[in-house]
């Protein structure tokens, strides 16, 4: 049945969009070091406006869809105000640290955290169905890896482009176009690991890309001033490998069946 052809390529379908998200990603960091080089580092948050209002201009005119649900609901803005809060005043708090407000605002992020949890149980139409955790246990236990995985992880690339330029002495052009290698590699096996999602366990493919990605980042605990380059290239394709395995299947249960 055509359902049943849908649901069996649902995989595929989330690699190539995973793919192509990688594929934009691939482009920031070989040009976000030349135009730090030819044109200083404020640069990129200039030119990133043009652009994001292009392709606003481009959704809004060219991207036809279901713009409303059949059902109207109510906007979560209690939550939205709560999570931004909670966000904010972690993040400065952190940041500020160690002066005593710093510690206050991650104190009061806490508590607002608290109280974002507890408001998104109680409504009917929350920005972030903590229900569902409740009801699909693999459900839970993908994303909960992959938040495991992703919070030690996500840090790399900025540490590594600091090493690069900072301590071995490469310009901001040769760092970015050296950590294309993770977007690269994710943006080729993205339709590859979304076919194998639809055939092959969830839980065996999470499970190898973890162990893929745990060598890449032991990889990094051996880096010094004259580490070759290779090192460096082998942790990020690791990392870009775990990464396919880990979005794409979990991706892949996350979506509900096509009626």
């Not at 730090?36 to 036809?64: H, Y």
């Not at 940041?95 to 991650?106: Q, T, V």
């Not at 955790?133 to 992959?146: C, E, I, P, S, V």
């Amino acid at each position: 049945s055509p359902q049943f052809s849908l649901l069996k390529k649902k995989g595929f379908a989330f690699g190539i969009n995973i793919g192509s998200v990688y594929l934009g990603l691939t482009a920031g960091p070989s040009l976000g070091g030349f135009i730090t080089d030819s044109l200083g580092w404020r640069w990129i948050f200039f030119i990133v406006v043009p652009i994001g209002a292009v392709l606003a201009i481009l959704v809004i005119t060219l991207l036809k869809g279901e713009w409303k649900s059949e059902k109207k609901e109510k906007f979560d803005w209690i939550g939205t105000i709560l999570y931004m809060s909670t966000l904010f005043m972690l993040l400065y708090g952190f940041r500020s640290i160690p002066d005593l407000y710093s510690y206050i605002l991650i104190g009061c992020s806490i508590v607002t955290l608290i109280v974002f949890v507890w408001w998104e149980w109680r409504i009917d139409y929350p920005i972030l169905q903590f229900r569902l955790f409740q009801k699909n246990r693999f459900f839970t236990f993908a994303n909960l890896a992959a938040f495991t995985y992703y919070t030690a992880s996500a840090a790399t690339t900025f540490l590594l482009s600091l090493f690069l330029q900072n301590i071995q002495g490469y310009s901001a052009s040769i760092a970015g176009l050296i950590l294309l290698a993770r977007p690269g590699i994710q943006a080729i096996l993205s339709p590859i690991g979304g076919t194998l999602s639809d055939v092959i366990d969830h839980r065996i493919i999470t499970t190898l890309g973890i162990s893929i990605g745990t060598i890449g980042l032991v990889l990094l605990i051996f880096l010094e001033v004259n580490s070759p380059l290779i090192l460096v290239i082998m942790s990020l394709l690791c990392g870009g490998k775990t990464e396919v395995r880990i979005a794409v299947p979990v991706a892949n249960i996350s979506a509900p069946p096509i009626p």
